[in-house]
Nanobody
Framework: QVQLVESGGGLVQAGGSLNLSCAAS????????VAWFRQAPGKERRFVAG????????RYADSVQGRFTISRDNAKNTMDLRMNSLIPEDTAVYYC?????????????????WGQGTQVTVSS
């Protein structure tokens, strides 16, 4: 099993940047596919970005492509999401997630482990 803890959320003005981090417990973190999801008020939780366990393969939602960058450091058991050029529509609770499936899935039910979430608010 793996436990996940997010940090780095906060309030930022439109056009600004934030870096979210996800710290994982467990010695097998490197074998998990990991991803960020977000959930805005009144909306479903949606895929933001993911990175596979092998090869560093990444995928992004169209809405964040070119603005967000996902990365992982298996030696430190961490995963980051660098968010640039933030817009008000990025406002949401952001969750990190891990799957034993090694790859990237776009639907939340395919992830077995979740953090508690961190709030990101972008003001206009």
């Amino acid at each position: 099993q793996v436990q996940l803890v997010e940090s780095g959320g906060g309030l930022v003005q439109a056009g600004g940047s934030l870096n979210l981090s996800c710290a994982a417990s467990g010695r097998t973190f490197s074998t998990y596919g990991v991803a960020w999801f977000r959930q805005a008020p009144g909306k479903e939780r949606r895929f933001v970005a993911g990175i596979a366990s092998v090869g560093g393969y990444t995928r992004y939602a169209d809405s964040v492509q070119g603005r967000f960058t996902i990365s992982r450091d298996n030696a430190k058991n961490t995963m980051d999401l660098r968010m640039n050029s933030l817009i008000p529509e990025d406002t949401a609770v952001y969750y990190c997630a891990a799957t034993e499936g090694h790859t990237i899935y776009f639907t939340d039910f395919q992830y077995q482990y979740w953090g508690q979430g961190t709030q990101v608010t972008v003001s206009s």
